[in-house]
């Protein structure tokens, strides 16, 4: 108990002084919305208890996926920094355990676990008490579940294969999620499965309505999870890293071609890229092969940009997660390291986009014009926008060999890793809509527009990398080696501007995209396909004559969303620039 209490201690004084400028502007956010959710599942409990259950089952899946994706979860107290205490493994688990119950989401989700109380009260008093412990337990088994998978994952991203088989099996199931109407609609499930009661996320709910096995269940899962987490941290500890001797060498004969053969190598032995790679992969496929259980094979052929976007966002801290060997870059004279990671990017992930674009737009009979359009197009802005966003917008990562015993973990930075990959995610996007729109439209026509458009965005934006990387190569450096951010970046702007300013701002760039990519760019091809009657996209509902003007409007609604997020901060920036 008392290596419980005394880790508590820690990560609350941790936390005290972590939350501060962006940092902490980003976790406000964070913390209304999961307020907001939390605040909707207790209104389920008011509905309905199916309802509730399938709300549930939400947050199970967000515990256990949600750190995966975002860079290996809650690290504050890692299991490395008690090696050498001799703690035996079940004692050290208990107290990361009670630590982690320390913290925002833990309590946003003990807030969405009211529902258990609000189901109890309406039951009786009985169940009522009955569904205090449930909301222990249940939250117990969340943060045990998501540490579990977290270690799992870390485990399997120290082997090659491991790392492969992860990223496949993430990307499934993110893009099973993202598709879950297809398969409601493909097996004729059309109200809340009752599979979500059996859930351990629904035990605690079947326990308040009387059925008490189901709280035992809870207590021996909560057990079976802390023993499971403790022989995971003990692996994890004393786990080796695997060794890389025995490759060929590989040489060039260029500045550039040398920066070529050390990406490529990169992208053949770090685990963590493999794990990027095979996700973009496995995402992009089976979300665009999901509709196939519907007979639909429409979005088929979009597997290789899809493929494209989401492995520019997995990339989209280029720089930042070489950690501090950018001094090498930046101490050898003339080398030109932008275009030699842009060519090495290319060279990773286009061969693999043109096979996708080509072989399924093949298989499902066109459309080939606007395939064909987006494939250079994206595949040129995406090799433009990795490296420029890369040093424009810098996420201070961990040096490769000082990574932690979760591999997911490359920088201490989340929000700012989440945001940089949204953010990339809608640029990519925008490169291609010139060439997607001239093709649908003009026919092949737009295919020329994609190629010039793809050569313009990687020739321009990579110049305009290359000419920061050497004007500010030593702040970049500064950056990764301290983690703050010289005081004339954009954070220093975003800090001068008042706390609705800020508001007003955050929303405008974090709900922009809504009307913008999905209302207004996917309507648009959604509607040039007719498919119509589409599942949320407006555009698709509409008369004929107000299809592309309904989508054209949300585009234009999306861009002045951003655009005001960009004038309320150079508004207020304008005064101190002069």
């Given at each position: 108990?008392?290596?419980a ?14 939350f501060h400028?962006t940092r ?11 307020v907001l959710?939390?605040?909707?599942t207790?209104?389920l409990?008011?509905?309905?208890p ?6 549930y089952?939400v947050?199970l899946?967000?515990?256990?996926l949600?750190p ?11 299991p ?20 982690a119950?320390?913290g925002?989401?833990p309590?946003?989700s ?7 109380l609000?189901?109890?009260?309406r ?11 449930a ?9 045990l ?26 990307g ?6 993202g598709q879950?109407?297809v398969f409601f609609?493909a ?8 599979a ?7 035990w605690g ?5 009387g059925?008490?096995w ?21 692996r994890?500890v ?8 025995g490759?060929?060498p590989?040489t060039?004969?260029?500045a550039?071609g040398?920066v070529v053969?050390k990406e490529?190598r990169?992208w053949?032995?770090d ?7 095979a996700?973009a ?21 979009y ?23 950018l001094w090498?870059?930046?101490m050898?004279?003339?080398a030109?390291d932008?275009?030699?990671r ?9 061969p693999v986009t ?7 737009t ?19 802005g ?7 966003i890369?040093v424009?917008?810098l996420?201070?990562?961990t040096?490769?060999h000082?990574?932690a015993?979760n ?5 201490e930075?989340d ?7 949204y953010?990339m995610?809608v640029l990519?996007?925008?490169?291609g ?5 001239t093709?649908?439209r003009?026919g092949?026509?737009?295919?020329a ?5 793809g ?7 990579g ?11 030593p702040?970049?450096?500064d950056v990764m ?11 220093s702007?975003f800090d001068?501007?008042s ?5 007003v ?9 809504i009307p913008l990519i ?5 309507a ?16 698709t509902y509409?008369?004929?004559g107000l ?6 409007a ?12 960009v004038?309320i ?10």
């Amino acid at each position: 108990m008392a290596v419980a209490l005394t880790m508590t201690r820690m990560k609350l004084a941790v936390l005290r002084h972590a939350f501060h400028g962006t940092r902490a502007q980003m976790a406000g956010t964070g913390a209304v919305l999961g307020v907001l959710l939390a605040a909707g599942t207790v209104y389920l409990a008011f509905v309905g208890p199916d309802l509730l259950a399938a709300g549930y089952a939400v947050w199970l899946l967000g515990w256990m996926l949600g750190p995966v994706f975002m860079g290996g979860g809650d690290e504050t107290l890692r299991p490395e920094y008690f090696s050498l205490l001799g703690l035996p493994p079940r004692r050290l688990a208990t107290g990361l355990l009670v630590a982690a119950f320390v913290g925002v989401a833990p309590l946003v989700s003990l807030g969405a676990l009211l529902g258990l109380l609000v189901a109890g009260v309406r039951l009786g008093a009985v169940n009522a008490l009955v569904a205090v412990v449930a909301m222990v337990l249940q939250l117990a088994v969340f943060v045990l579940l998501s540490k579990v998978s977290v270690a799992v994952v870390g485990l399997a991203l120290r082997s090659r294969p491991g790392a492969l088989a992860s990223g496949l099996i993430n990307g499934a199931i993110l893009a099973a999620l993202g598709q879950i109407w297809v398969f409601f609609w493909a097996f004729g499930q059309t109200g809340v499965p009752a599979a979500v009661w059996y859930l351990p996320s629904g035990w605690g709910l079947l326990a308040v309505r009387g059925q008490w096995w189901a709280l035992g269940a809870l207590a021996v899962l909560a057990l079976l999870l802390l023993g499971a987490w403790a022989a995971l941290i003990t692996r994890r500890v004393g786990a080796a890293r695997v060794s890389a001797g025995g490759r060929r060498p590989i040489t060039a004969g260029t500045a550039v071609g040398a920066v070529v053969a050390k990406e490529l190598r990169t992208w053949s032995r770090d685990l963590v890229r493999n794990h990027q790679f095979a996700f973009a992969l496995s995402y992009a496929l089976c979300f665009t092969a999901s509709p196939l259980l519907l007979g639909w094979d429409a979005m088929l052929p979009y597997a290789g940009p899809v493929f494209v976007v989401m492995a520019a966002a997995m990339t989209a801290n280029l720089y930042g997660t070489d950690g501090t060997a950018l001094w090498l870059t930046l101490m050898t004279p003339g080398a030109s390291d932008v275009r030699g990671r842009q060519l090495a990017w290319l060279s990773a992930h286009a061969p693999v986009t043109i096979v996708l674009a080509v072989a399924f737009t093949a298989i499902a009979g066109g459309p080939w014009p606007p395939v064909l359009a987006l494939v250079p197009a994206l595949l040129g802005g995406a090799a433009g926008l990795v490296p420029l966003i890369s040093v424009y917008a810098l996420v201070p990562g961990t040096d490769p060999h000082r990574r932690a015993g979760n591999p997911l973990r490359t920088s201490e930075d989340d929000g700012g890793l989440t945001g940089l990959a949204y953010l990339m995610l809608v640029l990519v996007v925008l490169t291609g809509a010139p060439a997607v729109l001239t093709a649908i439209r003009y026919g092949w026509a737009g295919v020329a527009v994609g190629a010039g458009s793809g050569a313009l965005c990687y020739w321009g934006l990579g110049l305009l990398a290359e000419r920061r990387l050497r004007a500010h190569g030593p702040e970049l450096l500064d950056v990764m080696r301290t983690g703050r951010r010289p005081r004339t970046s954009m954070t220093s702007r975003f800090d001068q501007l008042s706390r609705t300013q800020k508001t007003v701002a955050g929303w405008c760039f974090g709900f922009g995209a809504i009307p913008l990519i999905p209302q207004g760019v996917l309507a648009a091809v959604f509607v040039s396909d007719d498919m119509l009657r589409h599942s949320w996209f407006l555009a698709t509902y509409m008369p004929p004559g107000l299809r592309y003007p309904v989508a054209a409007a949300f585009v234009l609604l999306g861009l002045a969303i951003y655009g005001t997020g960009v004038w309320i901060i150079r508004r207020r920036s304008a005064p101190a620039a002069s």
